[in-house]
């Protein structure tokens, strides 16, 4: 009995020792699930911090991108009227200008008048070069596409440049290599601005030598030439290093160029992005100390045309002989150049006294340039050399009247001043030899004002409150032989529709009281007056942005013509409504 | 100690002994819990050196050789259980030599809180490998029955030299030449 309660106690020991482990094991699971239900929620609550979190940056960044776009906005209507203040101005400028033209001018007014001309146009263009960079920025611009002269439209440059490079006693020409077509389609205005900016960068950078712009034939198929421009300077030069920043939009070659030498930094970042939208490529040859050598190359649409190409051999002064002397030497290679593919058989002198007599005097021209008025007047031959010559020309940098009396004085025929349009030079060579041009190969500089037939009839009413503008535009208009009426704003435009009947009305977009948008409504509207209801209205604004087109032809407008006024649009515009009105 | 060393030693002594054997040395012992273990719960050591020493007291077998037995055991049972861990390894050698870097790693990540002896090992040339145990309890001879173990299991080489070290640390030389 005892033995067997003594086993029971035994048994009853291990069950209780079982069970006891059997609790400590549940106690453990009990505590491992309670850690990890904690680990869970701790790591859910992270879980939605993160999350709350990330929906925080999120709203943060729509906010900013908000704010970045508002601004962006801003800027566009900043943009939108600094070109019209900028516009109205210069519309005076370029329509007196155009005007100046037309009154009695000897040839060193009309050479004045030419370089306003150029620069305020030039000035117009930088005005839509800011517009542009906007555009870059926002990869906006498009090329325009339109009929060229390639060496018209790098000579052109020589005027722009000219008091720059005449004030630092630089030589600025341009270096023609042989083969390369002249008419093409693409856009000048853009050609003419990367050439400008290159040209006045390396005008900048050097103190003494020369800038001289190099065109050279890359290829050519049937439908395209790749034209390279060079631009070679003889100035500081860039190092290596800073070459590689010089694209970048604000950025020059160091932060002292930009003290010294001035300048906003946008230059080289529009031309990159013009060259690259004109299928070229842009870049910089240089070394300190050695002058820069920028370049690039543009693919062109060709063009026929029966127009004279300034590239082209014309070898029609055959018989005649020159002699030149010029201090540059590269100067006189290119003037000698010209005249060679004109057929005159041309010699370089390089010491002034040492040229002699020409074989024939007659159909015998000189060349002098390089000097100056002291050197002039201490050659001592010089008017003896002079008179045995039939034409002489003086190239001149200085357009004073002290050294046009001097160089009277001594003899010459003709001052060309510098830098100077050789190409332009065969007609004047022609005429000076009397030389009939045949009547295709002549230029037309600037093509006259003509009076077209039948204008006097059309009744133009011109609604416009600047009074740079009214006059311009009234001057120009009369001058067409149009009879044309000014009215100051919308109201008064109204009005004198009351009394009087009107063919054609221009437009202003932008007045006081009540805009061309507003007063075409209510034209539209029924109070056209005496005139007929649907009487042409041509919109005429300077505020060139997208989308004001389009604004103008809601409004039940007929045409549309960007300002400044140019004489020639103006005249096509006339000559197309005159047959509807008609 | 892990719970599982005192519920196999139990186990070893109930298959070896008998039943009351365990009950004997849990009576004697005077332990905290009444000798209940669970494997998954840890406890002192001082509690398998009392289980270990009243075992030698009871049958007259040196504690030493006791634990030399037990070692041998353990590692049958550890080899059942954990079977991965033996045969992903190329060998004997290459075995031994994985148990601090390796073996020991995946324990941790299962008991973060053991407290695991150090093995550290080193060849003295390729087929000799010498094998360093080294912990505060002084379980020397339990690590020599948990390598013959595995010299039954891998029925290759043989323990050659076994060193006990100034610092307490014991010194094994194990060999799978000839």
Redesign the interface.
Known sequence: MDNLIEVESKWEKRYFREREARRQAEKLLEEKSLALFEQNERLKNLTENLEKLVKQRTNELEEALENANQANLAKRDFFANISHELRTPLNGIIGMTHLLFDTNLNNIQKDFNHTILVSSEILLNLINDILDFSKIEAGKIELEQISFHLGETVYEILDVLSSKVNEKGLELYVEEGSGIPSNFIGDPIKLKQILINLASNAIKFTERGEVKIRLSLVSESEKTAEIKFEIIDTGIGISNEKISKLFSPFTQADASTNRKFGGTGLGLSISKKLVELMEGEIGIDSKPGCGSNFWFTAKFTKQDSSKVSYFENNPILINHEAHIFEENEGLAQTLKHHLDRWGISTQIHSKLEEIGSPQNSKNSLIFIGGVNESKLLETTNLQSILSNFEYSFFLSKEKSSKISSICRDLGFTQMLFKPTKFPYLFEELCAALRIEIHENQKEELSSPLTKLEGLENIRILLVEDNLINQKVGLAILNKMGCNAQVAGNGIIALQKMQEQEFDLIFMDYQMPELDGYETTIRIRNGHHGKSKPNIPIIAMTANAMKGDQEKCMEAGMNGFLSKPIIQKELQDTLQFWKKTIE | MKGLIFTEFLTMVEQKFS??MV?EI?EMSELP??????S??TYSHLEMNALVSNLSQKTGIPLGSLLVVFGEYLFQTLAKSYPHFINGSKGLLDFLGSIENYIHIEVKKLYPDAELPKFSSHYTDKNTLELTYQSERHYGDLAEGLIIGAIQHFKTGKLVHKEKLADGSVKFVITTHG
């Open positions: 039943i009351d009950d849990i819990h009444g000798g209940a273990y669970t998954v719960g």
